[in-house]
């Protein structure tokens, strides 16, 4: 059994199944449909609709080798590059060879990718790939596209069975430590209302990315790392958790926005936007030979140094000069974003600053998407597979989540060939053993963001990590005096959501900590210089025996 687990009522209801996939993006989705295929029955628990994830908002496009000339070799160097010297190159070679016949798939499945007047897939180049490797769906409708194929898919399968609204908690294990089912909580009415158990013979957890642990997030409400919590609970290692890639360009709403925040394309920048401050000062200019084409973290970082300098919330992208017609004929999306905010790019300056937009880190696994607690699996956002290193390569993630789904898929069907995926006794009621965490109050979620954008963004130090675990650890003191004397927080969404978002930010900051140079999206102010000699190494996380997150840096 974990040791620690949420608290929240006993299970009132219990069901059975296979496998159960947490989370409905691309990677839950595909592992579903690909364990139905293999004969196993496949339960997906989804915390929202089923298309509320990431997914369904990326814009770019899926990145494989499909075109003239290209070569998953080449896949392989980009991705390498990208990932600053922590790549696993056995995963990226997974991904680059596998990645091609996962699109296929992909469209077996029914993704209309965009194509040519001869059917051929349209592909295009995007930041750090030199080949044109970018399948893409709707212009720049690639995940609505993907999602509404995959939904569509597992709809129309009686053999796989869906529950939405349904918040998933904890791990259950049976006596050998094998993962066995999980609890959730289910907002809905009927049999299967409140805290209730799923038992399974394999969990595979892919709950996406963790986002909503920033002020300013490029990602979904839905997006607050709970799979990580659940794994970090549960005993699993999770690994290079401070890589946060944070997109450069995002619309500023204003002092009090939080959550999820348009994002303005870097092709906007790339069709000749430029990047400006209060005065009209292009401040790109001199910091980079691109300028405001420059990599997002190098543009990330010189418009969050400018912000300090200048003590502003913002800067600002002018790209007035287009005129309406090309706005309106290039950037329809973006401009009619703008708009519903109330600013008009074709006549005014457009206010950006740079959020939350990609977890590079994640639950350890290995090529077949197992983690290190027996029979618990993590596949998309959530896991680290080792492909993207420090820095993800443009592209890569959605195409992470096909080609390890698949692979998690085969693992589950050899298994179940092999007689290695037998039933798994669970004690649902001796589960609640585990030490039951206090629960933070709902306001708390706020706090941990400001926190953890103040302190643990774009750019960070030993003194501002320091600052921001102290103001987590405070957050967490007044959750256990509430507990004690008597005043907890109910068990509810808003309190589960902002105790995990609470549990994902203290293992962040603490990996962050530890990692004194600065590498791929991790920037550090007080160790600007990357370090091969101690530093070409993983930050692995685990819980204390106290339930605190301890990161400890692997031996080379
Ligand atoms: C604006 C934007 C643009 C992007 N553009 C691109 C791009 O062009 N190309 C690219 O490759 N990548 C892009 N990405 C990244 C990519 O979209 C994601 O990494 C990918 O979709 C993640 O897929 P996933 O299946 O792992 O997770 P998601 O699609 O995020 O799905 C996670 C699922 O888990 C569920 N869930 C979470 N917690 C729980 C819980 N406790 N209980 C039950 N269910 C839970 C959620 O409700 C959701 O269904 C973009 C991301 C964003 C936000």
């Known amino acids: ?108 499945t029914g993704a209309a990718f965009d194509q040519d007047a001869d059917g051929e897939i349209l592909l295009t180049r995007e930041g750090g790939h030199h080949r044109r490797r970018i399948a893409h769906a709707g212009g720049d409708a690639t995940g609505a596209e993907i999602s509404r194929a995959l939904v569509e898919a597992v709809r129309s399968d009686p053999g796989v069975e869906l529950i939405e609204h349904a918040l998933v908690l904890d791990l259950l294990t049976d006596a050998d430590g094998h993962a066995a089912g999980l609890t959730l909580h289910v907002m809905g009415e009927g049999q299967r209302d409140g805290v209730g158990a799923i038992r399974s013979r394999a969990v595979v957890l892919a709950t996406g990315g963790m986002g909503q642990v920033f002020s300013a997030t490029t990602n979904p409400a839905v997006s607050t790392g709970d799979g990580v919590a659940l794994a970090l609970r549960a005993g699993a290692e999770v690994t290079d958790l401070e890589f946060v890639q944070f997109h450069p360009t995002v619309l500023w709403l204003g002092p009090d926005a939080e959550g999820q925040q348009p994002l ?110 027996p029979g618990l699996y993590a596949c998309g956002e959530v896991a680290c597979t080792g492909v993207h290193g420090a820095n993800r390569l443009a592209s890569n993630s959605l195409l992470e989540g096909l080609v390890f789904a698949e692979r998690i898929a085969a693992d589950l069907a050899a298994r179940s060939r092999a007689g290695d995926l037998p039933e798994r006794t669970v004690d649902v009621a001796g589960a609640r053993a585990a030490h039951a965490v206090p629960l933070l109050a709902p306001e708390s979620r706020a706090d941990v963001q400001r926190l953890m954008s103040r302190g ?65 999206c991790h920037w550090r102010e007080d160790f600007p210089e ?27």
């Open 264 to 373: 303005v394309s870097e092709a906007v920048r790339g069709e000749g936007a430029y990047l400006v401050d209060a005065d009209g000062v292009r401040f790109m200019v001199g910091q980079h030979e691109l300028a405001e084409l420059a990599p997002r973290d190098i543009v990330a970082k010189a418009i969050t140094r400018r912000m300090e300098q200048r003590g502003t919330e913002h800067m600002y992208l002018d790209g007035r000069h287009f005129g309406a017609a090309m706005w309106a004929e290039r950037f329809p999306t973006i401009l009619a974003s703008c708009r519903s905010h109330g600013i008009d790019p074709v006549t005014e300056l457009i206010p950006v600053a740079p959020a939350a937009h990609y977890a590079s880190g994640g639950i350890r696994t290995d090529l077949s998407g197992r983690t290190t607690v």
């Open 456 to 520: 643990a963004g774009v750019l960070r130090s030993a003194a501002s990590m320091a600052a921001t675990a102290a103001g987590l650890a405070g957050l967490a003191a007044d959750a256990r005096t509430h507990a004690t004397e008597e005043k907890p927080a109910d068990p509810r969404v808003e309190t589960w959501e902002a105790t995990n978002l609470h549990l994902v930010a203290t293992a962040l900051v603490a990996a962050a900590a530890l990692r004194a140079e600065t590498r791929g």
């Open 1 to 108: 059994m974990s040791s620690y687990r949420l608290t929240a009522p006993a299970p009132g209801w219990t069901t059975t199944t296979d496998v159960v996939v947490v989370g409905s993006g691309v990677a839950g989705l595909t592992v579903a449909l690909n364990a139905r295929k293999a004969g196993l029955r496949a339960m997906v628990v989804t915390k929202a609709m089923l298309d509320d994830g990431s997914t369904r908002w990326a814009q770019g496009g899926i990145a494989a080798a499909l075109g003239p000339g290209d070569t998953p070799e080449q896949h392989l160097a980009d991705t390498l590059v990208a990932g600053a010297g922590l790549c696993d190159e056995e995963a990226v070679r997974t991904l680059v060879t596998e990645g091609p016949d996962a699109v296929r798939h992909l469209i077996a």
């Open 530 to 556: 990357r370090d091969d000699a101690h530093w070409r190494r993983h930050v692995v996380t685990t819980l204390a025996a106290d339930g605190t997150p301890v990161g400890t840096v692997e031996p080379q």
